[in-house]
């Protein structure tokens, strides 16, 4: 069973408004990663880490998302202005380093932006 | 950008086997094979995830075709639990993303 904790389980903004959503990998994973489902169920991925350090992120992610994963505290995804597009559940993983290694999710973050 | 193949959906009764199959003909030599399922409301869930060799854990065997251009989760006696979308993925090193397709519906029934 997954221990990857993800904080808050629902947040709603208004559009313009900062969105932040935390994550706490499992213990001993050094690779997070960051996706986004949408109501139609499709997946997008937004940025890993490998520790501290980005190792991949898509152009969305590089405009108006910032994340980071801090050593010592939660990673967090943040959504600088929400926009009614970013209405979706955010699902954070981590990862052991190695070849076939498992990625465990959270429960992720239903964010709704009215 | 998926390269695995399911059908999608398939259906099943309580206290079945179910065979949920997956083509993947462009395989890399490095890519391993995972299995994940997914309810509503809640994140996807691991199930299994092989190389070459067949797999078998608490949830599932895993069965890889010795080509590794397909495979096939076995599920032993379904039940209304295991009703979810089962999503096949290859994945290369660690640090990959995942990369879901529309997956395959299994749907149980009394």
């Known amino acids: 069973n997954s221990k990857v904790i993800q904080t808050p389980r629902y947040l709603v903004k208004g559009q313009g408004q900062k969105a932040k959503m935390r994550c706490i990998p499992e213990?001993?994973?050094?690779?997070v990663f960051w996706y986004q489902q949408n109501k139609n169920n499709e997946f997008k991925f937004l940025i890993n880490?490998?520790?501290?350090?980005?190792l991949q992120q898509i152009d969305m992610t590089e405009k108006r998302f910032s994340a980071e994963c801090p050593s010592n505290s939660p990673c967090s995804l943040e959504i600088q202005s929400s926009e009614a597009g970013d209405s979706a559940l955010y699902l954070c993983?981590?990862?052991?380093w190695g070849g076939g290694a498992e990625q465990f999710f959270g429960p992720g973050t239903r964010l709704t932006v009215l | 950008d998926a390269k695995t193949t399911q059908p999608d959906s398939m259906e099943s009764t309580e206290g079945e086997t179910v065979h949920l199959p997956c083509s993947h003909a462009?395989?890399?030599?490095?890519?391993?094979i995972y299995w994940y399922r997914q309810v509503p409301l809640q994140g996807p869930e691991y199930v299994t995830h092989?190389?070459?060799q067949n797999t078998t854990n608490s949830m599932a065997f895993l069965a890889i075709a010795s080509d590794r251009k397909s495979s096939t989760l076995i599920l032993p006696h379904v039940s209304l639990r295991d009703a979810a979308v089962y999503h096949c993925?290859?994945?290369?090193?660690?640090?990959?993303?995942?990369?879901f397709g529309q997956g395959t519906i299994l749907k149980v029934y009394l």
């Open positions: 880490f490998q520790n501290q350090e980005v």
């Open positions: 213990k001993g994973h050094p690779v």
């Open positions: 993925i290859l994945r290369g090193s660690s640090g990959q993303k995942l990369v």
């Open positions: 993983a981590s990862s052991p």
């Open positions: 462009t395989i890399s030599g490095n890519e391993y």
């Open positions: 092989g190389l070459q």
